[in-house]
């Protein structure tokens, strides 16, 4: 049975009797003891019952239980490494979506949850209408007693009861997300559509290009009415309907004066004014920041027929999996293979407990920084919308991707809840009206609701989103699962995660006994504690009265303050919701911390000393890339470096101890970061971390306490990594890399230089209006390659495409001796009867062949003929599936071939595949080194061009020593990050979608 906490079932299905409820209080379960609040004389007292503490052996692999129906009974529920169904609550009850208030059994999981049928207009989410929830429905505020706690509280009652009517919301913003447009956008003014065709065309220029535009063409057509630059910029917002929410702010990015600061006449933290005064009774606010409201885009993604399209995306994944994973009859959810959030066990729940309906909208935000100048101070905050309705091939794409707010600098703010304020604020006020869309794509016009599903940021903005205390605290877990953190000495204020208990170590708060992670980490139900653990220790921090009580309990609990996001009507548990950011975690924290520990660079404490450092090894980092570790871009680069080429770098360089205990990590990893993985590979992966995790302790810190700040808080992320895969589904998904490049792509737009902040939002504003207007007039034609008789193409089925270049003789070439016997080879495993001989076949040669995922495998026929004076990418390796196993090759060509007497067009490819993969190097490795040898040309083999299924690289192996390669027929195997992996065995026969669909490429890139 899943479970979920009655005040979360009640406040997300409000109109569900309560009358019984209320009137059996003496029926209602006595609070835990553990939920009481500590009395100051208490305060030292541990807030939960330590983990039992065994002796900390090395980490084993649990079975992983049966599909749901057929699930293994265990004896020692501790034992299990994920526990599937996590409960949201100490007070259980039964889960009933509005449509099906009984949870009477059906033939699928959806239709028993009411989730298949559809009313007229009736969003199954419980959403309430504006002014028809009760106040006594919602769940009593919390109080507090010190400033900084009454302050969050103020935020988040003032979200709460944020309505679409207030006055922070402009009139066209109110009337857009009330009065939705229920027809198709269609433009009738040539001159509107000229003008509008010419402002989408140059979205990164400056507006004197436009008035260059306008200039021209009505040179050369006096007639032309086309608009000038300020009109269009007028129109644009008028077809999006994207009106900003303007909002004060203190002139040092302090404070906005919104929520408790909307009346201030001053900044309270720097003392500021907020306004200047021009003649006698005038008063201008000296700085302005902008917010884009969500709702009316999302209403325009539904106004045009293809993009309502894409917006079902989540709608027809939902039912697919519910129908696949949860269990009809008992509500188990079990899921074998994630693929995206909709195959999460986390979104499922909340799915079937009516907190996500299927006409709800589903958000990610998310926040970071940017320093717009490298020379000055410039910081500059800023935060975007993803909507997670759209599939995962469009919705990271820039056109997509929607600036939620640009907080200007040059400062970092103070409260950056006053600034999320009026964005939330506005998410909230359409969870309680309801927002109102008009489908073009059925048509129907239904309420939906927005829910922020996820929040992501990098470790100093989640503080503000999730209120801990952050990564140096003695709890310091982004996950919340309550690892209490060691000091290197007693003068030490940073807390290391450190599981085991250094040698004679006596620091005060630091010298509790190891901590067994697997027991811990079942203990706490990953992600940590349940919502209502949560709210226990948010109600004990509550409490305190005094600063000094309040720095103990922020200490003994993991929090700093209540989470502005509990400030929704609508959202899932916390803190699930903050999940981990894999881009900030794997390609940038944990390069770092391992880098500086292999190359010894790492500060040496007192009491250690380098010398006994036999781990440390002089590693080159001179390249850019891995001196700069800064941004997106260098985490990409990153990946590769530490998890693809550093266990080859490595190899016979290091020990092999230290270096299996790396290549732990790096299997794991590569696993990870998977665009689809099973729960098989989930819990390989798992061990692995856990192993990784432990042997570093082991064999790095070695049980010293000068050694403590080697297990920084990157390392025990680790350990949660392969759980919350389980729960959110892959991290590839739901990560910081669109945050960062949305940066990148706003502060390259910049234009006045003198006003940097400013401008960017004004950026920000441009794109979310562009990109709502581009939704308005998409069509099924868009991103789709243009054919041409120049560049011909050959569809082969089941998304492959053969490009040219292709051979211009009429009849093709004869083929050599070896080539000939690979293709007889060929056909007599297809078992084709055939009079084909090397005198007599003649095939024509194709270059380059489409994957499905869209990338480009080209050959070595068309690669030949490329000059080798510059730098050039090859891209001629691929993984194929051949006789049951996954091999690796070159691709020689590409061709077509008739087989026997059947008229289709067979299509071929000619491969030289490398040799099977070293056995001994891949276990050694844990599969993360795959070596092979490889000779181009021999041993050919033919297979169909379906077999391929992704591009590698070949890499020589050793690598180079100065400019002369150590082995011309050693190599080592590397794949694309986000793409499916090979088995780290080469016995398997599965093959797998390969990831995100990228544009094709340009048809011209070869001339």
Known sequence: MIQISRATYYRHNPKENRTGRASRDGQRRAESPAAEVPQPEDAGIPLRSSSPIHPLPEPTFIEPVGPAGQQQQRSDPAQAPVNPQVGHGPEPVPVAAPGNPHGVPAQGAAQQQGLGSQDGNGSQGGGQQEGQGDQEEEDDMPTATLENLKESL???????????????????????VLEPIEEIFNLDDDDVKLSLTAYLSISNASEEVYRKIQKMVKERYPDSQMLSFEQIKKKVQEFSRVTPIVSHMCVNSCVAFTSKYKDLHACPRCGQLRYRTKGKNTKIPRRKFYTLPIGAVIQSMYRNPTTARYMAYRRTKTMENLNRFVNPVTGEIYVTEFDDYTSGEDYLRCTLSGIIGLDDCVLMISMDGAQLYRQKQSDCWIYI?????????????????IPGAVIPGPNAPKVPDSFLFPGLAHVSSLQVSGLKIWDASVPRTFPSKPVTAFTTADGPAMVDFNGFVGHKGFEGCREFCNIQGRRCSCQSKTYYPALLKPDD??????????????NHI?????????????????????????????????????????????????????????????????????????????????????????????????????????????????????????????????YRVMDETYWRTFCKLCAAVKIILQRRITREQVQEAHKLLLEFVVEFELKFVQRKASRIHFIRPCIHNLTHLATSTIRIGPHCIVNQYPMERTIGNIVEEIKQHTNASGNASQRAIRRAQVNTVKALIRDDTHGKPQTSSRFPRLVAGQGYTILWPKERTANGKLLPRDEFDALDEFLTREDVDSNATAENTRVKKWGRLQLPSGDIARSLWQESKRSTDGAMRITR???????????FGEVMYYFGLQLGDDEKIHHLTMISPTSLLDRTVLDKSSGALRMCTFTSGESLLVVRVSAIQSIVSLLPFPLMEGEKLLSDKDYF??????????????????LYDEGEPQPAEDEDDDE
């Open 973 to 990: 195997v590397v794949e694309n990050f986000g793409r499916e992996l090979s088995a780290l065995t080469e016995s398997s026969t599965s």
């Open 522 to 650: 079942h203990n706490h139900e990953i992600p940590g504690y349940t919502q209502a653990q949560y709210n226990q220790r948010l109600k004990i921090l509550q409490s305190a009265s005094t600063p000094s009580q309040y720095r103990l309990f922020r200490r003994n609990t993991g929090l700093s303050k209540p989470s502005i996001f509990s400030g929704m009507h609508v959202y899932p548990p916390m803190p699930a919701m903050f999940p981990s950011d894999v881009m900030h975690l794997l390609g940038l924290n944990i390069p770092d911390n391992i880098l500086s520990v292999f190359r010894g660079t790492i500060p040496c404490q007192a009491g250690d000393s380098k010398d006994t450092w036999d781990f440390a090894r002089t590693l080159d980092m001179s390249h850019p890339t891995l001196s700069n570790i800064s941004t997106a871009g260098t985490a990409q680069e990153f990946l590769i470096y530490i998890y693809d080429l550093l266990p080859a770098i490595l």
């Open 877 to 887: 390796m691929v993984k194929f599936e051949h006789e049951d196993l996954v091999r």
């Open 385 to 401: 919308w993803v909507l997670m309705d759209l599939p995962p091939e469009l919705r990271y794409k820039k056109e997509f991707i």
């Open 154 to 176: 103020q935020f988040i009652q003032d979200i709460r009861d944020a309505l679409i009517s207030d006055d922070i919301f402009p009139k066209d913003l109110q009337a857009a």
């Open 505 to 518: 170590y006596d620091v005060p708060g630091s010298s509790h006994p190891d901590v067994d992670i697997l």
